[in-house]
């Protein structure tokens, strides 16, 4: 049982290159959601999804698209890659109303 | 707007003592609270999670109490152990459900031996 597994766990990006991280669970879990990490700010919520087919914006939505074309995976998009989007990413699932599982963060550089 | 508070933000105590983490958020209006650990390096681990309706949580030395009312929650490790040393942070889920969660920044935990 892997739970959740990130791809790349390490990255480094130019300014203005788009990349794609990845997520899946195989835990049937309906709920997923990706985070950022970043020192003196905590966590913050990028884009979950409730379900395939639908997703939301979280709190930090600006410069990443998301879609759930499946129940498994979850990928994170960087369209066009900044400099403020330097981070430790974390994607996380669940089912309603029990504890979340994380996996093991993903870290970008982006020059 | 939601915000998660934990103080303080850095602890280190002597090994096999009893300790008391905190937490509070500034709205009431929560689905649950989750509390996580985090290694260095590392993803975080669900520790304990409170529905709004329940007070408290245990699993093994750890015990978490919520009191809604007053937007706290405490995390309480008995007998710490060199290998409690991490970050815990603290989570609360606003009642709109869909698990997304508000973080506190953490308190980074050392037990010394």
């Known amino acids: 049982n892997a739970g959740v597994t990130q791809t790349p766990k390490f990255q480094v990006l130019k300014t203005g290159q788009s990349m794609t991280l990845q997520c899946a669970q195989d835990m049937n879990h309906e709920y997923m959601s990706w985070y950022r990490q970043d020192p003196g700010m905590g966590l913050r919520l990028i884009h979950y999804s409730v379900g395939a087919g639908i997703t939301d914006q979280g709190e930090v939505p600006n410069g990443y698209n998301v879609s759930r074309s499946t129940t498994e995976d979850f990928p994170l998009r960087l369209l066009s890659a900044a400099p403020s989007q330097t981070s430790v990413y974390f994607c996380?699932?669940?089912?309603?109303?029990?504890?979340?599982?994380f996996g093991e963060g993903s870290r970008l550089t982006v020059l | 707007k939601q915000e998660v508070t934990q103080i303080p933000a850095a602890l280190s105590v002597p090994e096999g003592e009893n300790l008391v983490l905190n937490c509070s958020f500034t709205d009431s209006a929560i689905y649950n609270l989750q509390w996580f650990r985090q290694d260095p390096g590392k993803g975080l681990t669900s520790l304990l999670l409170?529905?709004?309706?329940?007070r408290e949580q245990t699993s093994g030395r750890l015990n978490a109490s919520l009191d809604k009312s007053s937007g706290r929650s405490t995390l309480y490790i008995a007998a710490s152990q060199p290998g409690d040393s991490a970050t815990y942070l603290c989570a609360v889920e606003g009642i709109q459900g869909a698990q997304k969660l508000v973080f506190g920044q953490g308190t980074r935990l050392t037990i010394n031996p």
């Open positions: 996380a699932s669940s089912t309603v109303g029990r504890e979340l599982f």
């Open positions: 409170i529905q709004s309706s329940q």
